[in-house]
């Protein structure tokens, strides 16, 4: 495993881009996973070959990584599995209620230049941090 480098976070930041704007300019929908997740079931016809192909996308590029060890991360041991289901239910539940992730608010939104895109991203980093520190600081249980 290697250290974190500008190099490869730049690279990865452009190709997140690209593939952004592929889809936006190609089909004119937004990258937003969780909004391409949650419309697989129920969706209109017509809407699901471009959706099963984008996370197809994704899955392929984890596997084509894979073997490349230098870019590998180690997995965290010794995280309770209670804590990391609420971690996932709340990541979720808050996911539903900004209306969108990450990737469709942090990377399409602010793109876009969405005032609600740009909130819900300053709330998603104010929020990580928090966590970040009480995790680490207040209750010890990250290195």
Known sequence: MTSFTPYTA????????????MLLLAIGRIAGITGIVFGLLPSR????GWRWAFLGGLLLGTLLMRPMER???EPRQGFPLLALLTAGYLVGYGTRMGNGC????????LGRRSPRSLAATMTFMAVAMLTVFTLRHALNILP
């Open 102 to 109: 990450t990737s469709g608010h942090g990377v399409c939104g």
């Open 71 to 73: 870019l590998a991360f």
């Open 45 to 48: 016809p017509g809407e699901q």
């Open 10 to 21: 730049v690279a990865g930041g452009l190709l997140i881009g690209v593939s952004a704007l």
